[in-house]
């Protein structure tokens, strides 16, 4: 990781700007989930992982209260992420089938991975002044990112997030919606892929399987 990256990844670890939600991780961290008694909870915001020189994004939400706050990484211990991944090894941009905790090894093929929203939500609905606090490092992560070709957003609140920067920065002009696995060029000439959140209630309603997820990466590494 770059002196750029680590700088900014040290600063969202760091910030304790959204008072509602600096309550709620404390809250999760403290009283943890049974099956994790033992553990200690990372308990602070999660910055982004991966390849910096990645030609990739992809974009969740917000890390989950017992997944990225508890282990310190996007996707990595819940069901989400079990599910993500599988996807992407499929796809070869990931090197394993899972993402357990920070030292099992996972390595991402010119990709790098982070959440608009840096600590989690209370019922995994962020407030409009919290993504509005926290779009300044969404921001910064998607200048800094001076490979990148193609966004994923996963699920409707980290697409409309995504839109919302380009429409601060650049004139759009077309009518872009949330379709999964639709290709729409922005106005830097990056390719936007909006995908369905992986999480186990659209996996359990059939509205993803991994052949369809697996597909979407793939059409997204072709176009790098
Ligand atoms: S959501 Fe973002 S801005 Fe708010 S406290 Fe967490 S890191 Fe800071």
Redesign the pocket.
């Known amino acids: 990781m770059n002196i750029d990256f680590l700088e900014l990844n040290k600063k ?1 670890t760091n ?4 008072s509602r ?2 309550k709620f991780r404390n809250k999760v961290s403290l009283e943890k989930r049974k099956k994790n008694i033992n553990e200690v909870y990372w308990g602070k ?1 999660v910055a982004g992982f991966g390849d910096v020189n990645g030609k990739i994004l992809i974009l969740g939400l917000a890390p989950a209260a017992h997944g990225g706050t508890r282990t310190g990484r996007a996707f990595t211990g819940d069901k989400s992420g079990d599910f993500l991944f599988k996807c992407l090894f499929s796809a070869k941009i990931s090197n394993q089938p899972f993402s357990k905790n920070v030292d099992d090894g996972l390595k991402l093929n010119s990709t790098y991975i982070t959440n608009i ?3 989690v939500p209370p019922g995994d609905k962020p407030h409009l002044n ?1 993504l509005n ?2 779009s300044k ?1 969404f921001y910064n992560e998607i200048s800094k990112l001076k490979n990148l070709k193609v966004i994923i957003p996963l699920g409707k609140v980290a697409f409309e997030n995504c839109i919302k920067f380009y429409k601060k920065n650049y004139k759009v002009n077309k009518k872009i919606i949330f379709k999964h696995g639709k290709k729409y060029t922005l106005p830097d000439k990056k390719i936007l892929i909006p995908s369905y959140h992986p999480s186990p209630r659209n996996v359990n309603t059939k509205l993803i399987n991994l052949k369809m997820m697996k597909n979407l990466f793939i059409k997204a590494k072709q176009l790098t």
Do not use: G, Y
């Open positions: 969202i910030c304790n700007k959204c939600l600096v915001p929203l840096k600590c919290e606090n926290c490092f």
